[in-house]
């Protein structure tokens, strides 16, 4: 089976996490929403941020990605200090994120959509398109449909092909089954294990924290811009705290 491929590891691997983003501090104007937050990702783990409404959860994720300020802390990839760069910088470093909204081109087709998640790539992306479709064979079938009159969880298997155009070794993804059916939830998930199995690290913000934390091998509990809980998903899965407070009993 053919797998998505990432940019070329370096020849020495770090001890460190690959992904480490230390003690954030950050917000919007003069008001921080996270307040020392930590987060790290080892290759091809998942790890998922959870926690309620107003925790921070994406405001960390784009903290990590270079779109929030932070006034404490430090991001540092596969052991290299990235917090000066920008996104786009930080998209050639090997990241790779899909927003929650607005992260397809609508009037284009699918095909012209993977085509512009290329836009670092100056070589032939040919073999790329097609382990995206590999990945995503219902997007496949609608390759020269406009993205836009797909389904939400069809939209969704586009933005996350496009990410995945770039090669990245970090995919975020900012929760990616938010609007779907349980049915399709569960296929996004699916295919979300498999692009991990392929050495890709994933790090991931999800409203539907039961469900996520299954397939995570790290969980973050986020609770006012801090972590609350951290731990394997399935051993935040057994805290009868964690159950109680945040997956409903």
Request: hydrophobic share 40%; proline share 5%.
């Amino acid at each position: 089976m053919s797998q998505v491929q990432t940019q070329a590891a370096p020849a020495t691997q770090a001890k460190e996490p690959y992904l480490s983003a230390t003690a954030m501090r950050g917000g919007y104007g003069k008001a921080d929403i996270l307040h020392g937050c930590t987060l790290q990702v080892d290759m091809g783990q998942i790890a998922v941020i959870v926690g309620p409404n107003g925790a921070g959860k994406s405001t960390a994720m784009k903290a990590v990605f270079g779109m929030l300020p932070l006034r404490e802390g430090s991001v540092k990839l596969d052991g290299e200090d990235i917090i000066k760069l920008s996104p786009q910088e930080r998209v050639y470093k090997g990241m790779g994120f899909v927003p929650q909204v607005h992260n397809i081109f609508p009037t284009m087709t699918v095909e012209e959509n993977l085509e512009m998640g290329a836009f670092i790539r100056k070589d032939d992306i040919k073999d790329t398109i097609e382990q995206v479709y590999h990945l995503f064979p219902a997007v496949a079938e609608k390759r020269k449909q406009a993205a836009g009159e797909l389904s939400g969880g069809q939209r969704q298997q586009v933005a996350v092909g496009r990410a995945l155009m770039t090669r990245p070794r970090l995919l975020m993804l900012d929760e990616p089954t938010a609007g779907v059916s349980p049915i399709v939830m569960d296929e996004l998930f699916d295919r979300i294990i498999e692009i991990a199995r392929t050495g890709i690290s994933i790090l991931m913000v999800e409203q539907n924290a039961r469900q996520a934390l299954e397939i995570a091998d790290i969980g973050y509990v986020l609770v006012q811009g801090t972590n609350r809980y951290t731990d394997t998903g399935e051993a935040l899965m057994a805290d009868p705290e964690v159950r109680r407070t945040f997956l409903g009993g």
